[in-house]
């Protein structure tokens, strides 16, 4: 039989007769409990957590525990396992609704009380981890795997602190352990390919990945760890198409206990909680869930279609998000930000004149969303109407002044102009403000070494700006060929210009890019016939008609005028 401290008891059955159930947790947890052979078990004090904002029915919840908790503790036969249980309960409760300070004492008492249990160290380890106490998580999962060592999430969880701990050998064991599982999950060989790369595996990380991606597609993020282990094996191009794939989906963990925690959540509060959560972990299908009950526990609410909208884009079902959006409109029209997201997705959707009304109505509603701004200047600039453009990209500039490529798209706009002289004005000021800025050294020296206003040219600044880009091995080495060529023939090497322009066709062919090649003929054939190039960018270059797609909403809540 455990015993409880004779001063212990009274204090308990005061408390259980009163409503301070909680006071009573505190009371016991700076205590120490004796076991069946005597033993103390030294337990951390519980803080109380402050209840204030949550709803009614969350708090009922809570103290239900709190109670629970109080009840098993004045049980003076309760053994140490029953007491970790509910030590362990209260602590799943906390962590459903964050409060995670609480649930992480919580799960401390139940781990020491029946340190035979998987789930307490588990969950430890996650929130240890979770909160940037990586050594001690590390000691909790360990421990964890003694009990299970075959669980998958804390293989996974415990190889991912390795890598951030810089210890790739013990990371590729535990990665390794999980992928030798029936069926080896995106996360493990994700897990397997990052430590292939710390340990420049090339090869190695580059098959890690594409068997992830194949069994997790919807896991943007792995595009990114493709374009690196492509960039160690030197493949820039199918680095740069990675590159443009990358997201930030992470490959998903099947955890049924975090999935048992999130089955514990009640009212809107928590709905929206578990709702944020998925979205942070990527757990997409599962945020557009709560945010339906949301929904329907408050359909007066314009936030809470907001929130389902976001959660509908990024499960990869834009029509559904844009009906949420379109009703959240119907409830709050002045609404900006939410214009703005309707304009990103008829972008997406090629509705490009639909679009710009909806950034412009965000921009009356909000004259400084920056980026309704920066997606009116690329949608103007596609449409050729280049002082528009330059004016948005201007206001970009002044909002955001760190923003490169707004300065770089600003003497853009008035290249296409036909303004050359200004966009030297504003590619020179780019060039002092961000000095390690390759892309826009190289549009500068670009426009030095081939611009058709001989008041604007300088080709030999221009060809000692992009040798300096070539020595440093920046930007695209493609882009920056060209302009190597172009500033060649501009001061007079014509045969070392078409030289270097005949070695980029055939690196182009190569790898199958026929068209591009295509398109760098006519300034070969000049250079062939000692002439320079004055037109540095063709009319049709596809700088002058910037992507306007996959803009990507943010996954954050964010600040609206809507709130719950």
């Not at 008035?414 to 060039?431: C, D, F, M, N, V």
């Amino acid at each position: 039989m455990i015993k409880v401290r004779h001063e212990i008891v009274p204090i308990l059955f005061a408390v259980l007769a009163s409503t301070r159930v909680f006071d009573a947790t505190t009371s016991v947890a700076q205590n120490q409990l004796l076991g069946p052979t005597n033993s103390q078990v030294d337990l951390v004090e519980l803080a109380p957590p402050d209840l204030t904002g949550a709803d009614p029915q969350v708090q009922e919840q809570i103290r239900a525990s709190q109670a629970a908790l109080a009840a098993t503790i004045a049980q003076t036969d309760a053994s140490r396992s029953r007491r970790a249980e509910a030590f362990g309960n209260l602590g799943e409760i906390y962590e459903a609704y964050n409060f995670d300070s609480a649930a992480l004492d919580c799960y401390t008492n139940a781990s020491r009380l029946d340190p035979q249990s998987f789930r307490w160290s588990y969950y430890a380890g996650y929130l240890r981890q979770l909160y940037g106490d990586p050594e001690t998580a590390e000691r909790d999962y360990q421990h964890a795997l003694t009990l299970k060592p075959n669980s998958s999430p804390a293989l996974l969880r415990l190889g991912a602190l390795e890598l951030t701990l810089g210890h790739p050998d013990a990371a590729k064991q535990y990665f390794s352990r999980a992928a030798a599982q029936r069926i080896p999950s995106a996360p493990a060989l994700v897990g397997l390919g990052k430590a292939a790369l710390v340990e420049h595996q090339y090869s190695a990380a580059l098959k890690y990945f594409t068997q992830a991606l194949a069994r997790q597609p919807q896991a943007s993020s792995i595009h990114n760890q493709l374009a690196m282990a492509y960039r160690g094996l030197g493949d820039l191009n199918r680095m740069q198409e990675q590159m443009k794939a990358r997201g930030n989906a992470e490959p998903l963990i099947q955890d049924p206990l975090l999935d048992e925690i999130e089955a514990l959540k009640q009212g809107k509060l928590s709905l929206l909680q578990r709702g944020n959560r998925a979205m942070s972990e990527s757990r997409f299908a599962d945020a557009v869930n709560a945010y339906r009950q949301m929904v329907s526990l408050d359909p007066s609410n314009p936030r809470a279609y907001v929130d389902l909208g976001n959660a509908l884009y990024w499960a990869g079902i834009p029509g559904e998000a844009m009906k949420q959006y379109a009703h959240s409109l119907d409830l709050n029209p002045d609404n900006a930000t939410v214009h703005y997201k309707i304009g990103v997705l008829l972008v997406e959707a090629k509705h490009e004149e639909q679009a710009i009304a909806h950034f412009q109505q965000a921009l009356k509603l909000d004259p400084g969303l920056v980026d309704a701004h920066f997606q009116l200047a690329n949608l103007f600039m596609r449409k050729r109407e280049d002082a528009d453009a330059e004016r948005e990209y201007e206001i970009v500039v002044s909002l955001e002044p760190e923003n490169a490529f707004a300065h770089l798209m600003g003497a853009m706009a008035a290249i296409h102009a036909g303004s050359y002289a200004r966009a030297r004005t504003l590619l020179e000021e780019a060039a002092a403000a961000f000095s390690t800025d390759a892309d826009i050294a190289n549009a500068l020296a670009r426009l030095l070494a081939a611009a058709p206003d001989p008041a604007v040219r300088d080709p030999s600044r221009g060809l000692s700006i992009v040798e300096t880009l070539l020595n440093n091995q920046q930007s695209d080495p493609l882009e920056v060929g060209i302009t190597f060529a172009m500033a060649l023939a501009a001061v007079g090497r014509f045969h070392d210009a078409a030289a270097y322009q005949e070695t980029i066709i055939r690196q182009l062919e190569a790898s199958r890019q026929y068209d591009f090649a295509r398109l760098l003929r006519p300034n070969l054939a000049r250079y062939q016939q000692g002439k320079t190039c004055r037109v540095p960018w063709a009319s049709d270059d596809p700088i002058f008609t910037p992507v306007p797609g996959k803009v990507q909403l943010s996954k954050e809540a964010e600040a609206m005028d809507a709130r719950h």
